[in-house]
């Protein structure tokens, strides 16, 4: 069987499992820990494909720029208006976070929309 065959296979299996452990270390962790299992997978596995890695550049940025939301809303707790927003970015990153795990169950590599690119 050629390679070419091969290939877009094993990427969508790989997002399928980016998406999975991405989701549950997130449940899991309480967002503690964001994307610790989706960084130990990309340095564990040798033979990444392109579409698997720029899934994990994807996720990597989504938890960075939630991070970031969350850090300045914490700050804008001292003038009140940070609960507000806080409650929020909390909301849009729960059902983000369910909304996109199902897109990587389908095997799609998903740019998440509302995030800063930091890697590429």
Known sequence: MPQELIQPKKATEQIKLLGILHFIW????????????VI???????????????????????????????????????????????????????VALIIWFIKHLSGESYEYPITIKFIK
């Open 40 to 94: 130990v997978y990309m340095f564990a596995t040798n033979d990444i494909q392109p579409k698997a890695k720029q899934s994990i550049y994807n996720i990597i940025n989504f938890n960075i720029s939630f991070f970031i939301y969350m850090v300045i809303s914490f700050l804008l707790m001292f003038i009140l208006i940070g609960f507000v927003t806080m409650t929020i970015w909390a909301i849009i990153w729960f």
């Open 26 to 37: 997130n449940i899991i962790s309480g967002w503690i820990l964001w994307t610790v299992l």
